[in-house]
Nanobody, 122 residues
Framework: QVQLVESGGGLVQAGGSLRLSCAAS????????MGWFRQAPRIGREFVAA????????YYAESVKGRFTISRDKAKNMLYLQMNSLKPEDTDVYYC???????????????WGQGTQVTVSS
């Protein structure tokens, strides 16, 4: 059984930083991509960033490029999202997800964490 457990969300002022973590267990995603989505009320889940577990290739939504950095620690089976220069519009519940595939230009995943709230005040 796959388990993805996020941590690190919280309240931060605009311009600040947060680091999200995701602990993965239950299977290895050695050839897959893992990543992050976010969801605001009344809006569907939005792709944020992904990383290919094997070679570290990264993918970002345009809205977070240059501000967010995704990384992984293969030895610890941990996924991270460093979020800098946060804006109020980054306020959302953030979800760790895997494996991430692209279907008709849309990112999708089979397994999801429980989500962690990120709130950015102006």
């Amino acid at each position: 059984q796959v388990q993805l457990v996020e941590s690190g969300g919280g309240l931060v002022q605009a311009g600040g930083s947060l680091r999200l973590s995701c602990a993965a267990s239950g299977r290895t995603f050695s050839s897959d991509r893992m990543g992050w989505f976010r969801q605001a009320p009344r809006i569907g889940r939005e792709f944020v960033a992904a990383i290919t577990w094997s070679d570290g290739s990264t993918y970002y939504a345009e809205s977070v490029k240059g501000r967010f950095t995704i990384s992984r620690d293969k030895a610890k089976n941990m996924l991270y999202l460093q979020m800098n220069s946060l804006k109020p519009e980054d306020t959302d519940v953030y979800y760790c997800a895997a494996p991430i595939v692209t279907i008709r230009s849309t990112y999708r995943a089979d397994y999801w964490g429980q989500g962690t709230q990120v709130t950015v005040s102006s």
